[in-house]
Structures are given as structure tokens and as C-alpha cells.
């Protein structure tokens, strides 16, 4: 190998090196830039959901729809009434969902646990202490 090979070698590769690592920041900053578009585009999405929803709640209508539909709000002048599936239990939405509304559930908590039944509704079998 002459001289000027080596040297002509040596150049070669101190280009190489020195474009190595501006080449690897140049593709990694290209990988990142497509993952901020993609999230730019998810955001955008989300907003436009976020402006419909907006819309719908400016709407009384909507308004209205909601709190017949799960608040089961009605005129005082109109006729409500519980459609039951065949086997006659009522027809529910959510399993937990007894077809009651919250509010009653709740007292009714309160009533069992201020009485002495127990989880399954019975009495436990303890005995009172002895009195002195």
C-alpha cells in the first residue's frame, strides 16, 4: 500500500466517522418527528370528539334524552312505566342495576346494617353476655 492509499484510507474514514453521527441523529430526529404527527393526529382526533360532545351538550334536547334515558326523569303530567322481560323480572340495563333507583338501595343498606342481620340476612348465633 503507498503512501497516498493510506492517507486517501484515512480520509475516507475520518469522513465517515464524522458523517456517522450527524447521519444517525438525522434518522432518529426523522423516527421521532413521525411519532409526533401520529400523536398530533390523535390529539386532533380527540378534540374534534371533545367539540361533538361540546355540541351535544349545548343541545336541550340531548339534554333531555340523557336524563329521561339514565336519570329516568319524566313530566309530572306523563305516565312512566317498567317494561318486564317474559320470565317477569324487570328488564335491566347493568347487572348490578336492580331497577331502583340509587337512592333507595342506599337506605335500605343503612336499615340492614342498623339491624343485627348479618351478610346473608340472618341472625348470628352469638349469645349476649352474662349480666352482673
Not at 7 to 33: F, G, K
Not at 44 to 73: C, G, K, N, S, V
Amino acid at each position: 500500500m503507498t503512501s497516498r492509499a493510506a492517507i486517501l484510507a484515512l480520509v475516507v474514514c475520518a469522513i465517515t466517522l464524522s458523517l456517522a453521527y450527524p447521519l444517525r441523529e438525522y434518522i432518529a430526529q426523522r423516527s421521532e418527528l413521525a411519532e409526533l404527527r401520529e400523536e398530533q393526529a390523535a390529539y386532533q382526533e380527540r378534540i374534534a370528539d371533545l367539540e361533538q360532545r361540546r355540541d351535544q351538550l349545548d343541545d336541550p334536547e340531548h339534554i333531555e334524552r340523557i336524563a329521561r334515558e339514565r336519570l329516568h326523569y319524566h313530566y309530572p303530567d306523563e305516565d312512566t312505566y317498567v317494561v318486564l322481560d317474559p320470565d317477569g323480572t324487570a328488564a335491566e340495563d347493568d347487572e348490578e342495576d336492580s331497577g331502583r333507583p340509587w337512592y333507595t338501595v342506599l337506605w335500605d343498606s343503612v336499615l340492614a346494617a342498623d339491624t343485627a342481620e348479618g351478610p346473608e340476612g340472618s341472625i348470628p348465633d352469638a349469645e349476649p353476655p352474662p349480666r352482673e
